[in-house]
C-alpha cells in the first residue's frame, strides 16, 4: 500500500491569486493524478502528472491554469491559478503503482479543500 | 457525457441487512472496476476490484459483481454496519491507462 501526504488540507483564497498543493507518496510510484471533486459531484481527472516532464491533461484543463510539477517519483505540486469562486472544490492527489497483478488500486490523499472568495 | 453512472444518490439500510450499491458504465472498452468509499474530509479508500474477465469478487462483507453484457456492476454488503455510512464510489478503467472514470457516489446510510 502507499500513503499519500496532501498539504493544505484546506484554504479560503481570495479571487485572483493563486494556491500550490502539495502531494508526497511514502513510496515510489509509477503514476501520480490529480482529480478535482466539485460540491457534491464525482471525481474527475484533471491531469497526469508526469516525472521529469510536462503533465498530460484531460479535456477541459490546461497547463495556464493547473500548472503541475513532478520532479521525482514521489512529489508532485497543483497549482490553482487565478482563482475564481468556481475554483472552490477538493482537489485530490491519487496515486497507483504498474507492478504486480492487474488488479492494483488507486491510492488517494485527504483532499484540499479550497474555497474561493 | 458521462461514462460511469451511479443513479441512487442515496440509499438507507437497517444495521445487518443487505445493502446493495448499483453502478452503471457506458464505455465497452472499460476492463477494470473498483469501489471506493469516501468519508467527510477524507480521501477516498479502496474496498474492492473486479476485472471484466471475472464475473464475481468477494472479499469478507464486501462482494462484487460485474455483468458485462449489461454494462451494470453492484456492490453488495453483509451484513451492513453503521460504520459502513459513507459515500461510495464506483470507478472504471480504460485497459492500461491507470487513471480512473468515476460515477457520482452514492451516500450510504445504515441505521442502527
Known amino acids: 500500500s502507499a500513503v499519500i501526504s496532501q498539504k493544505p488540507s484546506r484554504d479560503i483564497c481570495q479571487r485572483g491569486t493563486s494556491l500550490t498543493i502539495q502531494c508526497q507518496v511514502d513510496?515510489?510510484?509509477?503514476?501520480m493524478f490529480w482529480y478535482r471533486q466539485q460540491p457534491g459531484q464525482s471525481l474527475t481527472l484533471i491531469a497526469t502528472?508526469?516525472?521529469?516532464?510536462?503533465?498530460?491533461?484531460e479535456s477541459g484543463f490546461v497547463i495556464d491554469k493547473f500548472p503541475i510539477s513532478r520532479p521525482n517519483l514521489t512529489f508532485s505540486t497543483l497549482t490553482v491559478s487565478n482563482m475564481s469562486p468556481e475554483d472552490s472544490s477538493i482537489y485530490l492527489c491519487?496515486?497507483?503503482?504498474?507492478?504486480?497483478?492487474?488488479?492494483?488500486?488507486?491510492?488517494f490523499g485527504q483532499g484540499t479543500r479550497l474555497t474561493v472568495v | 457525457d458521462q461514462q460511469v453512472k451511479q443513479n441512487s444518490p442515496s440509499l438507507s439500510v437497517q444495521e445487518g441487512r443487505i445493502s446493495i450499491l448499483n453502478c452503471d458504465y457506458t464505455?465497452?472498452?472499460?476492463?477494470?472496476f473498483l469501489w471506493y468509499k469516501k468519508y467527510p474530509a477524507e480521501g477516498p479508500t479502496f474496498l474492492i476490484s473486479?476485472?471484466?474477465?471475472?464475473d464475481k469478487n468477494e472479499d469478507g462483507r464486501f462482494t462484487v459483481f460485474l455483468n458485462k453484457s449489461a454494462k451494470h456492476l453492484s456492490l453488495h454488503i453483509v451484513p451492513s454496519q453503521p460504520g459502513d455510512s459513507a459515500v461510495y464510489f464506483c470507478?472504471?478503467?480504460?485497459?492500461?491507462?491507470?487513471?480512473?472514470?468515476f460515477g457520482s457516489g452514492t451516500r450510504l446510510q445504515v441505521q442502527p
Open positions: 491519487s496515486a497507483r503503482g504498474v507492478q504486480g497483478p492487474m488488479n492494483t488500486e488507486a491510492f
Open positions: 513510496s515510489q510510484v509509477t503514476m
Open positions: 502528472a508526469n516525472q521529469g516532464s510536462e503533465a498530460t491533461y
Open positions: 464505455n465497452s472498452m472499460f476492463d477494470y
Open positions: 473486479i476485472s471484466s474477465i471475472k
Open positions: 470507478a472504471a478503467e480504460l485497459a492500461g491507462r491507470r487513471a480512473l472514470t
